[in-house]
């Protein structure tokens, strides 16, 4: 079975400051999902990819996937007091039909510091 | 604001009892996943219902069932309860290939 690394575990910045978080996977990654949660709460989806060397932005939020699509790095400029909170990779197959079934890492607790 | 609902919010039981959980998907989604989540872990996957049957299980006991109505509302039901099910259980519709999640119920096992 397919399993997710992060790292860190935790991470406590101050506003203002870039950061990375990593996601390593044991297997080749089909699809790959970040999502933020704020303790105790639901998912919050930020970013999904799915090809080699892909990039995609959100706001200060950036994501890739490397070549041989075995690791992901979520990474966020300028930092503020809102991007805290719990941020996951999740992967997991993809098309129609398959079990949307998404395996996660343990996860990266983020803090910002104002 | 994911369109995804779930109820109640938080939940009490004893060793033993049986609770039922409930999930309103967003509207035109036909496929929800549940996850429990236990304190300091990402979400593991429970099982998946796609037009009313299940269609994927992950590591999970029998006593751990669900149902999904033709709305695409959905139950997770567990029996027996252990104190190893306290966790925050989320729910997932989707359409095409990204998940939406619910808030999530909290269950507390006494």
């Known amino acids: ?114 | 604001e994911t369109g995804v609902t779930q109820s109640p919010t938080h939940l009490i039981k004893t060793r033993g009892q049986q609770v039922t959980l409930r999930c309103s998907s967003q509207s035109g989604h036909n496929t929800v996943s549940w996850y429990q989540q236990a304190l300091g872990q990402g979400p593991q996957f429970i099982f998946q219902y796609y037009r009313e049957e299940e269609n994927g299980r992950g590591n999970f006991p029998p006593r751990f069932s669900g149902l999904q109505f033709p709305n695409y509302s959905s139950e997770l039901n567990v029996n027996a309860l252990e104190l190893d099910d306290s966790a925050l259980y989320l729910c997932a519709s989707s359409q095409e290939e990204t998940q939406y999640f619910g808030p999530g119920t909290r269950l507390l096992v006494l």
């Open chain 1, 1 to 114: 079975s397919q399993e997710l690394e992060q790292s860190p575990q935790s991470l406590i910045v101050q506003e203002g400051k870039n950061l990375t978080i990593n996601c390593t996977s044991s297997k080749t990654l089909y699809g790959l999902y970040w999502y933020k949660q704020k303790y105790g709460e639901g998912l919050i989806f930020l970013m999904m990819l799915q090809k080699g060397g892909e990039e995609k932005s959100h706001e200060k939020i950036t994501a890739k996937l490397d070549e041989k699509k075995q690791q992901s790095s979520l990474h966020i400029t300028a930092s503020q007091p809102s991007h805290a909170g719990i941020y996951l990779c999740g992967a997991g197959p993809l098309g129609m039909g398959s079990a949307r079934q998404l395996t996660f890492g343990s996860g990266t607790q983020l803090t910002v510091l104002p």
